[in-house]
């Protein structure tokens, strides 16, 4: 894309910001790169790297990381750079149904804070917001205080518009069009971007930037949590659908006489593998659902009530398998400690479903960024525009948040 | 794309071939283009439409539209071309489990000669070859002596390894690791381009881009035979997986206590919707599964027991809705009579198993190539490297194929 948009005449500052951000994507993917690489990825010069690199740092988005002898260094091929650790950042949102964790991001991927509420079972969309935005604040208190904050991203578990962000439907909150976004900018009376979406798709994300499956083309990110999801990347694009609704692997039919789901249909696979069916195994009581992975954690042997789970879990596996014909499945959510401990069930499930060569094709494994997969790739969206065009982006960030938020 | 590698000066025969190739195949796609057409379509001056246009008029594959006096008027802009009807052909084979069809099809997409024959349960792979060699005779006898064979596209019933062609498994046909191509170019004795695709991928490609789904970039090409499988095309791109193997949803379960399917598991959708169900629903014999597209096509109501085949594939285009989020899904093979007979309790069915936000999304219909969109897939299959480089697929092609192949 660099190359060919290299000797663009007709837009030259859309050129530039465009090679700005994209030389900002690359410390962020990387963490830090040395000029010398840096030319080598962008394909451009010596000398244009070294203006984007000064103009990069006079935004206040990188800094050096050799000795300050070679700051202006450019004719220094070995001088590095590196995300700068005081400047812009994201709040990320993963809205679980039964809880909301809430973190401080900064570029190149790092969680400075975190903070973390339950949700009540069927919530008001509005008081969810409330308890999104007193997360919010506690973890931007904690900022420093003229870091810009260029956005919200927020994870949710169900179909999100594309167009719009409006959640059309997630059935394990039981919420139909909420206009999120609108109701989290108003709990927290501040106008900042804010983007929205599915969690499954997040997870993906960020496991394919940065977790188990960078430089994977064909992937599959499996969340399990209150609900089951995919999120999918296919040939190296991510798989959305026409209004951004694909991936709903949960409710797949796994049998037509099992128990009735929250979609309203019957049966479907998250009623089988799902965290009440898990708490279930586990003779768990509804109210120790959230402290569902602590519990797994702690367990050394899987019960036989659970290790069912873990077939039918690979059995559903098998469906996701046929269909997208994936190298690598990434279990995340409940489905991680799972599959650490009935490895042998799940992979003997994926076997009686999965046709021969897809299975031959595919790798089970447990995601790179443990429990932070979805939190980490809401992050990621929320960065976007910058990485699109840093200086609009830091056009419209927030500079006092600490403040404002504190107000 | 062409604007992009116009300028390009390091290989200035390989984007001449490049443009070639792409304005062979706008005209491939509309039937006929005017010049101004074509030099608003690829951005492209007028003088170099010309020659590109001239170019391929001596190589055989356009022919000039309008009267013979504007023939050479590069000056007059309403000179159309059109694909030259006696110009290079294809061979697409349809390779059903119960028969097989074999067509010579012309750029542009014309069928000029079909054949077909049966194909006995489980058969020997060369002697399939052997039918599909017999097939591929007759109608290259009936082609004009010296118009080039560019090369034989053939669509499978199973999963076809992308990176050679190799058929890994065909459920339905019993056949694992079969290197089918190499199999028929042996019975034709014959050394010529043989590519080889999934049924249902080819009708998504064919119904893509001269069907019921052009410029549609979300579809779904369900093919019911006595096999299911889908074709996608999502954003824009086909869904293939890492190995080709993508859109296996026949083998979605639908009831875990139902019938053994062929892929070796048990309740498989296609089991309960496949060709063997619909037979057993209008109680025909096993003998008359291969014309069971007829017998559908003369019924005017269906008896109940159709009606609930037709309720349970509108139930699995649930899950398909649910999983690719597409704008349409095309109904071909048996599904075509079977949706006409049975419209609403397809719908119905899907509203039982789609998310709402999905299922509003989607159409259902039937495929604007009829019976024909697997054959023509594979036609376009055998047609790329034409639009990829006419000079070398045409310096590849058998010039006297019907010489050759009587001998």
Chains 1, 2 share one sequence.
């Not at 300050?68 to 994201?90: F, K, L, M, N, Q």
């Not at 790798?363 to 979805?374: E, H, K």
Request: negative net charge; proline residues 6%; glycine residues 12%.
């Amino acid at each position: 894309m660099t190359a060919a948009t290299r000797g663009a005449g007709t837009n030259q500052e859309g050129v530039r910001r465009h090679n700005l951000g994209t030389l900002l994507r690359h410390v962020h993917d990387t963490g830090e790169l040395s000029r010398a690489e840096l030319t080598g990825r962008m394909g451009l010069n010596r000398s244009t790297i070294a203006a984007l690199v000064s103009e990069l740092d006079t935004l206040g988005l990188i800094e050096h990381s050799s000795p300050a002898t070679s700051r202006r260094g450019a004719g220094r091929p070995s001088a590095g750079v590196r995300i700068r650790e005081d400047g812009p950042y994201v709040v990320a949102v993963d809205l679980g149904v039964d809880n909301a964790v809430v973190a401080r991001v900064g570029l190149g991927g790092k969680i400075w804070h975190r903070a973390a509420a339950p949700i009540p079972e069927d919530p008001e969309a509005w008081m969810v917001g409330a308890t999104i935005a007193t997360l919010v604040r506690q973890v931007v208190a904690l900022s420093p205080a003229d870091a810009p904050l260029l956005g919200i991203g927020l994870a949710v578990p169900g179909l999100v518009r594309r167009s719009d962000g409006l959640i059309r439907h997630a059935p394990n909150l039981n919420w139909h069009d909420v206009s999120f976004g609108s109701i989290v900018l108003a709990a927290l009376a501040l106008d900042v971007p804010i983007a929205l979406g599915n969690d499954a798709d997040l997870g993906a994300l960020a496991e394919h930037r940065r977790g188990a499956a960078v430089a994977v083309d064909d992937l599959v990110y499996l969340s399990g949590n209150v609900g089951v999801g995919a999120g999918v990347i296919t040939s190296g694009h991510r798989l959305e659908g026409v209004a951004g609704y694909a991936g709903e692997v949960g409710h797949l039919y796994h049998d037509p006489r099992g128990l009735p789901c929250h979609c309203g249909s019957r049966g479907c696979w998250e009623t089988v593998v799902g965290a009440p069916a898990i708490a279930e195994a586990l003779r768990c009581s509804p109210d120790q659902v959230p402290r569902l992975g602590e519990i797994l954690d702690e367990m050394t042997t899987a019960p036989r009530e659970l290790r069912s789970i873990a077939t039918d879990l690979g059995r559903g596996l098998g469906a996701v398998v046929n269909i997208f014909n994936p190298s690598l499945v990434i279990l995340g959510g409940y489905f991680l400690p799972l599959f650490r401990l009935c490895r042998a069930e799940v992979t003997a499930g994926l076997g009686d479903r999965a046709l021969m060569p897809a299975r031959d094709s595919v790798r089970l494994t447990l995601p790179g960024l443990g429990n932070d997969s979805v939190l980490l790739g809401a992050a990621e969206m929320a960065m976007e525009p910058v990485f699109t065009d840093p200086v609009a982006s830091l056009g419209s960030a927030i500079t006092d948040a600490p403040a404002r938020l504190a107000g």
